[in-house]
């Protein structure tokens, strides 16, 4: 019989199943001393010393996920809804079912202020209605008859979270097990270092006892979002990595959507569509009917108009160019593939452009799923600080631009010119990945993916039609002063700031080339909804479609019209109140001046701005 001889390569691989035997045998030992079970119980991550000192170091679960796509399937299509379920849930009442506001007494509304300061929404509403609850099933309704493969990969959801509340975080994980196949998905729950005690052996006794299917990672020290769903992609055991956001609340047949399409490709990606459960009832509701994810200049996450072939088919998925960010499907193979998250990033901000840019340049697809929907809870304001020094977000920024947007990112340093003396770190990885993979450049992304993007948000703004203070004729002592107010906040007329009045305000505004009017340097809009006599004028997030925030400036007549079906900006200038009414050429309470005007551009107004983009 011939010597049985070992490379220097056999006897490294030798030496890491080995390691890897060891190591496993110990957290067995340890799991078993405390009473737990490997599989179904709890993860011990950060309980260990020699687990705690790298997230990066954790092994990628392997089995049978790479071989899910080499396999024959079966093309079948069925229907996996669970009927026996939803007619269950259709008939179960009580506080906050089928997605519906549910209000505090008055004895709770004078207690709920602690827990509101610490989440960003109403904590104690979470807590007074149902783990369980059920959700309406808001999807078009030719969702209802659309049938998915028979044979779909398994899913491993992994949900970050720092101090997230217990029962919005339960319910998360609930509604996601409750409403999808049982045979395929575990939840992978990853505490990113958490404070809150209720994060730690609380949570852990409760997923032991109630929820076999969860996992619980705990993370030794704070991560941030990015680092964290890797550390839970790392563990994940299915075939499919479904990311959520820790305050979210799955909708009925949710999953199959998302797999289906995937099954079919792996190097796709599908996103489910976002719903919002309001931060103050809990009340849920649909965002819109759908709209294709894209970006500005400046890395503001914007929307595109769905295209007339995508309208036909409203159950059907359609092609978007980036992700929302906290809610998408990937197969675990093309994640790893792509490097996944670029761990260089900070805490957050600019992974969903990072991962979405990577995933078309480097031979990817992303669709969004009609009939897949997920509620989002939309904290009022954001109760954690950040562990982070400096502009984070800005470095992140850089660093995604460096490495996939080629010529494309002076667009960005140009509206940021800051962002150009960030330090970013080492790329040399990332850009050893897009070697690697032989990814495509970013103006191939905008000609062939993000094609209609450059009209709406072009990389070289047009001029302003108007902008500076706009000064009542009536009482030449009034200019309109937004006061920084916020959203959906109305705004009126103040003594002017240039009168040298002595008061502070927000009296510089711009005419854009959307053809809305904003303050300086923000990205809030007039807006005018009402079709009350007397309309008062809002502020609202600018969408730069139009339709309520649509102004324009008569040079002539001095007068700001609003909407399609016209009608002007008025005041009382004794009141201080502003609004809109009915065009009265004749009326001095509706003729402004505007500090500075072009008036070519605003004679050539149905060819000037967004309409010769």
């Known amino acids: 019989m011939p010597a049985i001889t070992f490379s220097r390569r056999h006897y490294r691989l030798a030496v890491r199943i080995l390691l890897f035997c060891v190591a496993s045998g110990l957290v067995l030992v340890f799991v078993l001393s405390k009473g737990g079970d490997v599989v179904n119980k709890v993860d011990i991550e950060g309980k260990a010393a020699w687990l705690k000192d790298s997230i990066a170091n954790l092994p990628i679960y392997q089995e049978d996920t790479r071989e899910f796509w080499q396999k024959s399937h079966s093309t079948k299509k069925i229907d996996w809804h669970n009927y026996k379920q939803i007619e269950e849930e259709s008939k179960q009442t009580g506080p906050g079912e089928q997605g519906l506001a549910f209000y505090l007494s008055p004895e709770d509304e004078k207690i709920k202020d602690a827990l509101y300061k610490v989440n960003g929404f109403n904590a104690l509403v979470s807590d007074r209605i149902n783990l369980n609850r059920t959700l309406k099933d808001i999807r078009h309704p030719d969702c209802k008859a659309q049938n998915y493969v028979e044979d779909l990969p398994t899913a491993s959801i992994v949900v970050p979270f720092h101090n997230e509340h217990f029962s919005v975080l339960l319910r998360t994980a609930y509604s996601a097990l409750n409403r999808a196949p049982a045979n395929l998905l575990e939840v992978i729950l990853v505490d990113d270092a958490s404070t809150k005690e209720h994060s730690k052996k609380p949570l852990d006794d409760y997923v032991t006892q109630h929820m076999p299917r969860v996992r619980v990672i705990h993370l030794a020290e704070r991560s941030g979002l990015i680092r964290a769903r890797m550390a839970g992609a790392r563990r994940a055991k299915g075939d499919v990595i479904i990311f959520l956001d820790s305050h979210s609340e799955a909708n009925v047949n949710w999953l199959p959507p998302l797999l289906d399409p995937i099954a079919e490709d792996y190097r796709t990606v599908v996103c489910p569509f976002i719903d919002v459960i309001d931060f103050e009832t809990f009340a849920y509701r649909a965002q819109d009917e759908g709209a294709r994810g894209a970006f500005d200049w400046e890395f503001f996450y914007k929307r595109l108009p769905l295209l007339p072939e995508d309208l036909k088919h409203p159950a059907r998925p359609f092609k978007s160019p980036v992700m929302a960010g906290g809610l998408f499907a990937i197969s675990k193979k093309f994640f790893f593939e792509l490097g996944g ?84 770190g080492d790329l040399s990885a990332q850009n050893e990945i897009r070697e690697r993979l032989q990814c495509k450049s970013f103006k191939w992304f905008m000609k062939n993916i993000a094609f209609d993007l450059p009209k709406k948000y072009p990389p070289v703004e047009p001029p302003d039609f108007a902008s500076g203070e706009i000064r009542s004729k009536a009482d030449s002592t009034l200019c309109v002063d937004t006061q920084f107010k916020k959203e959906n906040e109305r705004f009126n007329l103040e003594q002017c700031v240039k009168d040298g009045s002595g008061r502070s305000g927000e009296q510089q505004f711009s005419l854009t080339w959307h053809k809305d009017i904003r303050p300086h340097k923000r990205t809030m809009c007039w807006d005018v909804s009402s079709l009350d006599a007397q309309a008062p004028v809002l502020l609202w997030g600018c969408h730069g479609s139009q339709g309520n925030q649509l102004w324009r400036y008569d040079p002539e007549t001095l007068q700001l019209i609003h909407g399609g079906n016209p009608r002007c900006l008025d005041c009382d200038p004794g009141r201080k109140e502003l609004y809109v009414a009915t065009c009265n ?15 070519t551009a605003l004679l050539r107004w149905n060819k000037a701005g967004i309409d010769e983009v």
């Not at 509620?375 to 470095?395: L, M």
């Not at 309470?589 to 005007?597: A, D, I, L, P, V």
């Open 341 to 424: 998250y670029d761990e260089g990033l900070e805490i957050w901000g600019g992974e969903q452009y990072e991962l979405s840019f990577k995933i078309w340049q480097c031979g990817g697809q992303m669709f969004d799923a009609p009939c897949s929907r997920i509620g989002h809870i939309y904290r009022k304001y954001a109760p954690f600080p950040n562990s982070a020094k400096g502009d984070f977000v800005g470095r992140n920024y850089k660093r995604v631009a460096e490495v996939w947007m080629d010529e494309y990112k002076e667009y960005l340093y140009l509206r940021r010119p800051q962002y150009r003396n960030l330090e970013v």
């Open 585 to 599: 050429n004749e009326s001095p309470t509706q003729r402004w001046t505007f500090e500075r005007f072009n008036q």
